[in-house]
């Protein structure tokens, strides 16, 4: 929200966003937004990794 509403940088915010769901779709989730399915979580460190390599591949 930050991105999109105090610095105006729409296009950066949507890239992001796209970034975040393309990677809860591959099933990747911190513990604390493990649902009832299970699955095994990863850290925020690959959390932040994953977003940031989603970026890269042009998301």
Do not use: H, N, Q, W
Request: glycine share 14%; net charge negative; no cysteine.
């Amino acid at each position: 929200m930050a991105l999109r509403y105090s610095f105006d940088k729409g296009d950066e915010a949507t890239r992001l966003e796209r970034a975040v769901e393309a990677i809860l779709a591959d099933g990747l989730r911190t513990p604390d937004l493990m649902g009832p399915e299970g699955g095994s979580p990863v850290s925020t460190t690959e959390m932040g990794d994953a977003v940031v390599a989603k970026l890269g591949a042009g998301l």
